[in-house]
């Protein structure tokens, strides 16, 4: 007979000692310039602005402010480079300059993901063992590609778009860095990367990586600064393509910017998934991929599943092990290795996660959040969940951004899908159950790019990630990825 | 009292002894037989193992052993260890350029060969994580199933070497061979065979796992009806044109439905050599249906 | 004696309610635990939690009583260079070396675990199994570590299998029952876990991974799935049942792998011997030289540590 009191403890007991990852191998300079045509080169205007480590509020570094005409300089470098050296070069050789970038990648991994984990907040844990190994094989999936694209699109030749002007978030800065650079290099493209202004360090060290692995100047350059940054980039007429990772709100204004122009763009925006367990689901690892799923990086991923769809049988049951394993998760320093939650990435970001906490709790949901210890400085936010909520609330319907699952239950398949489906969004959606067939009927109903069936937030280079609906369009990562930066001809 | 004669300052070189690479090891040939390369003027440059038909076995057993966890290592990592085998082969390109100076080319073409043999490791690293992606299908089948076709590699391969290409033939034929999936035995050319011990030598530096590539040298008159024979050998890549020599094989390998892979008459140094075709000829299609239902 | 007379209060649980398990899931859920860094003063705390754990082992067709009172020795004098460490929590022997270690350890606090039930195989009738048992318990044994009937189990009948653990648990007496699933030869997580649940309906205070004798043995894998499944049985019936993975854990790093599993899965109750066990023969040296290394600084060599 399960009474309230067959509960586990998990506070007290044996605690982990702090584990911190060392940083003194690690290189930060006190100022970054732009990345313009193969040098580091001072803004126009003078201006810089610090980046910060959101775990202590401490200023790690200043970055240089790009305005309109530093990225005029550098959409003119790319493209001297596009014309000049790059597009002349056999593509095998091209090859091997992004070749390189992966492999020095490799070479500096540890101090990669130390960088990553200061500058954004994220576990030193997710750094080192999710986005610098998954950055390094992008380089590495696309280098191949190169010399190959005659294979990927049957009956079309095929040619590079020229200037690329690509734009990513604060999330995953080196990882969508990676996303963005590597096929379009790959494709025989020049480009204009701009990172997000709380996040610019691992892009400036990319910089870096770029210049010592020797490619041609001009091919990949950086300018840092914020949203007028990126406003110039989208509005520049030497620049071919667009690319943005980031809201769908922005990427709203980027589409709308962009009508009547040549510009070819691929956006890939905001989601609000839907992560479905049924009770035929192997209930312990659904669990784990509901944490997966939501808790993963703070929650600050654009395909996290934050729409938790428990079939009514087993609801108590989930709902009961999830927050058992909230229990042992471990909120605090970035850089301890047995941190599980990071830091939020900004106070901004905080703000705006806190008052949708308010808002769940004024729709009348059920908030509970775990009991563990947070950091006095620095932005933090304990892993939480709300019940009793339904579609309508707006906890359900709008992205948080943040370590926070709304959830519901549902009785019939046609129930989730219908519910799933119910949303402007379309990016990425989550099964669990034991039953094939179930899966494939699922992958076929719900409208969204990626389905994970048995398991969430799974990333592969040669994977398609992309999303239906206000998502986004395109894809990046694998053969589909390619399209992005390519004219195809007859 | 005679006075004492002066050294003279001659350092005497190691001369390297060439023996096959089986199962990650370096053995003699087990018949204890050799045959000897000169050079064009007629002077002994190396003594090299004639390999027999159980040094043959030896390597398919191995190659056997290999082939399941090798096929099981993913698509990422194939392809990382072929870019290593090229990072190693460029690290050693003066030495492999002597070498096959010393087998009677010139420089220019020595060295064209070493380079086209490392750019092509390169190009075949490239298609491990993709060639699946260009060749495999979803089947839009009339029932309700979901329905996919994959490419398998077809297990062990055995390969005989272009004769008249001393290094790019042999990795041009393994690169292929092992970037699907597939273990191989290859017999290394006859006429310049030094090149295919010291690339053994590049593989053993390169983390391929004991077993994938195993290199044997030998006589082709000898060992040809063992590498078509072999009943646990899956296909057989013949670089050789001889037409008679073709048929036998082709008859010798029907006893298993042995994969007959003739690939003569190719000048290797050219770019349009280079193809995932190569890839696809060891790899077979797997077809799965599944119901969609709930 | 027929199963039919045995009395059961016990239900047969239905099995088909157990979850199933996913293998991908459980692998990364574990390779999330061993990612996990214990530095400094937790890893010292583990070090010696894992000592009192250890049912020191010894289960050779070669094992003769000087053999077993050497054990004896060592498990009460596992390292006198460094005073104040934890006494291991038992020695495990086979039946007929219960006596002697009795004699060797009266009074020790450490307790004599006995395997019965025709170990390791479990192929022999119930009545043999049974005057096994009670052999070891009136030799002196504490605790009985018995083997399920594999067979019967993956011939698919449960009830078989569980009639006979019920009948081990009577004959048992006061002596805790550790049922041994034998994991290596179950072949699937899914029946680890419908093992376990029917273990513990049937009376286990126990579950064990494996008696030690084949490949593979304990794995963190099953020892998740077995740690889940007492998850699962506790907030059902209130009862703690404990846990004890054996064979082929020899380092003290993969020790404290298991730790921190256990930690996340079931909480601060079961992290004591009372409740979590290693079954383990080379795993106290290890350890030994890890927490010398610790209170030193310096790297150790098992030329300074005893091997009885």
Known sequence: MATPENKLAFDGGWEYSPAPESTDHIKVAKKYELFIGGDFVAPASGKYFDTINPATEARLSRVALANAADVDKAVKAARKAYKGPWSRMKPAERGKYIYRIARIIQERAREFATIESLDGGKPIREARDVDVPLAAAHFFYYAGWADKLEYAFPGRSVRPMGVAGQIIPWNFPLLMAAWKVAPALACGNTVVLKPAETTPLTAMKLAEVVADAGLPEGVVNIVTGAGDTGASIVSHPGVDKIAFTGSTDVGRIIQKALAGSKKKYTLELGGKAANIIFADAAIDEAVEGIVNGIFFNQGHVCCAGSRLFVQESVAEQVVRKLRDRMETLIVGDPLDKNTDIGAINSKAQLEKIESYLEIGQQEGGDMYQSSCAVPDKGYWCRPTIFTGVSQSNRVVQEEIFGPVLAIQTFRTFDEAVSKANNTPYGLSGGVWTDKGAKIFKMTQSVRAGVIWANTFNKFDPTSPFGGYKESGVGREGGLHGLDAYLALEA | MAAKAKQQDVRVPVAKTYKIYIDGKFPRTESGRYFTLEDGKGRVIANVCRGSRKDFRNATVAARKAQAGWAGANAYLRGQILYRIAEMLEGRREQFIAELKLQGATQHAARKEVDTSIDRLIYFAGWADKYQQVFSAVNPVASSHFNFSVLEPTGVVSIIAPDDSGLLGLVSNVAPTIVGGNTCVVLASESMPLSAVSFAEVLHASDVPAGVVNIITGLRSELTEHFASHMDVNAIVFCDGARKTAKTVQELASDNIKRVIARADIDWSRESSQHPYLIRDTQEVKTTWHPIGS | ?308
């Open chain 3, 1 to 308: 004696m027929s199963l039919a007379a045995v009395d059961t209060k016990r239900k047969l649980p239905d099995l088909d309610r157990v979850p199933r398990v996913d293998e991908v899931g459980v692998n990364e859920r574990v390779a999330r635990f061993q990612s996990r860094s214990i530095k400094k003063e937790s890893k010292l705390q583990a070090l010696r939690m894992v000592l009192s754990m250890i049912d020191l082992t010894t289960l050779e067709g070669q094992d003769t009583p000087g053999k077993v009172h050497q054990l004896c020795q060592k498990a009460m004098h596992l390292h006198d260079a460094v005073p104040g460490l934890p006494h291991v929590a038992a020695v495990c022997v086979y039946p007929t070396m219960v006596g002697v270690a009795r004699k060797a350890l009266e009074g020790r606090g450490i307790h004599i675990a006995s395997v019965a039930t025709a170990f390791p195989s479990g192929q022999a009738p119930l009545n043999v199994k049974l005057e096994d048992t009670r052999m070891a318990v009136e030799q002196g044994a504490d605790e009985i570590d018995m083997v399920i009937s594999r067979g019967a189990f993956l011939a698919g009948d449960n009830a078989f299998v569980f009639d006979e653990i019920a009948a081990i648990k009577e004959a048992c007496g006061d002596a805790h029952l550790k049922v041994i699933l034998e994991t290596g030869e179950l072949g699937t997580l899914d029946r680890v876990r419908r093992a376990s649940a029917l273990a513990m309906h049937a009376g286990a205070d126990f579950i064990k991974t494996s008696t030690g004798k084949i490949q593979p043995a304990a794995t963190m894998q099953v020892t998740l799935v077995m740690l889940q499944a007492i998850r699962d049985y506790f907030h059902e019936t209130g009862r703690m049942v404990g846990m004890k993975p054996a064979g082929g854990i020899s380092s003290a790093k993969l020790a404290i792998h298991y730790l921190v599993m256990l930690r996340e899965t079931l909480g601060n109750a079961w992290m004591s011997p009372e409740w979590f066990r290693f079954g383990a023969s080379s795993l106290a040296n290890d350890v030994l030289m890890q927490i010398v290394k610790q209170q030193t600084g310096v790297y150790q060599s098992a030329d300074y540590f005893s091997k009885d």
